[in-house]
């Protein structure tokens, strides 16, 4: 027989057993990734790991557990010094962001908050909301769309495809499943992120609903092909489901024409999903806003903050022009709902639960949006100066970038 007694009898508890010695070494470790972090320009962008590096990270499972000295001096020996590369200033390889030391300080207080912004009603999903509204208004989308942070641009573009999906026709799919319409298709181009076709996927739908448009010299979707496109398949009997308009592709960056993708849209009741990751942000910019102003309009927008505005990996946006239609996503049962004093209401509306953006995003963006905005805005015009003056023939000409100097 079970003695429950004897076994109450015990308090478990997740709390160190010296804290003054984990204060200590808590204070060591941000002083070690401080000075990692301020020395790091006059580091190599990267090394390859050793063998050894590598046998020494695939032991088996420890079968007790390390002191948390050795676990950190495991980490500064074995991982630490064998980076990526994408937080020094000269990685140039791949769109990805840098990151920020107080990013570093916000993902730590959100660690030791854990939140869990699906269920509940406590701060951090108050700050959810400020963080969705503020996305809004950096690219004047309307006051009545609505958001969600996710993980990235690839999880934004496949929330957005199943909200297009399951919006068709009040709904039909969302009840009856696809058996109940005709083939469904998405208009994309050779330079769309291949991240679209997982979602096409991941859907339903399945990689035959792709519609590959052409694209014109300059890389952009030639309006005149996808018009072609549609055409062609209400002929056929299909459901022109959703176009997809590049802002700004990772090849090229490329900025598909959005005002006459969304004209087309409208005309013809189709779906205008922008994939913004990369740059969607560039709205900030004078130079750009004419081109991305058609953002203002689609009907859903998906984009990163762990690109241009340097936020730690990982956070992205997806926003959704008509409110209510982000909850075609919402999975029936277990959803936590919220109403604060002046009426407005909190639901989870991700296929993401619990999971690790729920619990960290709007603690670690609201700080970094807070602290790093203005200096973030002001860099974007000159990051993409620099960018527009790197992708230009190099004739007779030198370009000067701080210590370094790239000639013909």
Excluded at 202 to 218: M, Q
Excluded at 331 to 357: F, H, L, N, P
Excluded at 372 to 400: D, W
Aim: charged share 25%.
């Amino acid at each position: 027989m079970i003695d429950f007694n004897s076994i109450l009898e015990k308090e478990e508890t997740l709390d160190p057993e010296n804290w003054e010695g984990m204060k200590q070494l808590a204070h060591t470790m941000v002083d070690d990734m401080f000075d990692y972090l301020k020395n790091l320009k006059n580091e190599k962008v990267w090394q390859k790991t050793p063998e050894e590096t590598k046998t020494h990270l695939a032991q088996q499972l420890p079968q007790q557990g390390e002191s948390i000295e050795k676990v950190y001096a495991d980490f500064k020996q074995n991982i630490l010094p064998f980076k990526k590369g994408n937080n020094h200033p000269r990685f140039w390889s791949w769109v990805q962001g840098q990151g920020t030391p107080f990013a570093m300080m916000a993902e730590m207080l959100a660690a030791g908050m854990n939140p869990n912004v699906a269920i509940g009603d406590h701060a951090a999903m108050y700050v959810d909301a400020q963080v969705i509204e503020w996305i809004k208004e950096m690219l004047n989308f309307p006051k009545s769309g609505s958001g969600i942070l996710l993980s990235g641009g690839s999880m934004a573009n496949n929330t957005a495809m199943l909200i297009a999906r399951n919006a068709y026709q009040n709904q039909t799919v969302r009840k009856e499943g696809l058996k109940s319409v005709a083939q469904m298709k998405v208009y994309i181009t050779s330079e769309t992120h291949s991240c679209i076709q997982k979602a096409v996927e991941v859907a339903g739908l399945g990689s035959d609903a792709l519609h590959v448009v052409k694209t014109n010299a300059d890389f952009r979707m030639n309006v005149d092909d996808l018009k072609n496109c549609i055409a062609a398949d209400r002929a056929k009997g299909f459901i022109p489901l959703c176009v997809v308009g590049n802002a700004g592709t990772v090849n090229t960056g490329a900025i598909d024409p959005l005002d006459e993708i969304l004209e087309i849209c409208a005309r013809e009741n189709i779906w205008f999903h922008v994939d913004g990751a990369f740059g969607a942000l560039a709205k900030l910019v004078d130079e750009y806003k004419d081109a991305l102003k058609a953002i203002e309009k689609a009907d859903s927008v998906a984009l990163d903050l762990h690109k241009w505005m340097y936020m730690p990996y990982e956070i992205g946006c997806l926003l959704v022009k008509n409110k209510g239609a982000e909850k075609n996503i919402t999975i029936v049962g277990y959803q936590a709902t919220i109403t604060d004093s002046s009426g407005k209401t909190y639901k989870g509306i991700s296929v993401e639960i619990g999971g690790r953006i729920d619990r960290y995003n709007t603690v670690k963006v609201a700080p970094e949006i807070d602290y790093e905005a203005i200096i973030t805005f002001e860099n974007i015009p000159e990051g993409v100066r620099k960018v527009q003056v790197l992708s230009m023939p190099f004739e007779s000409k030198t370009v000067n970038l701080r210590n370094i100097t790239i000639s013909n």
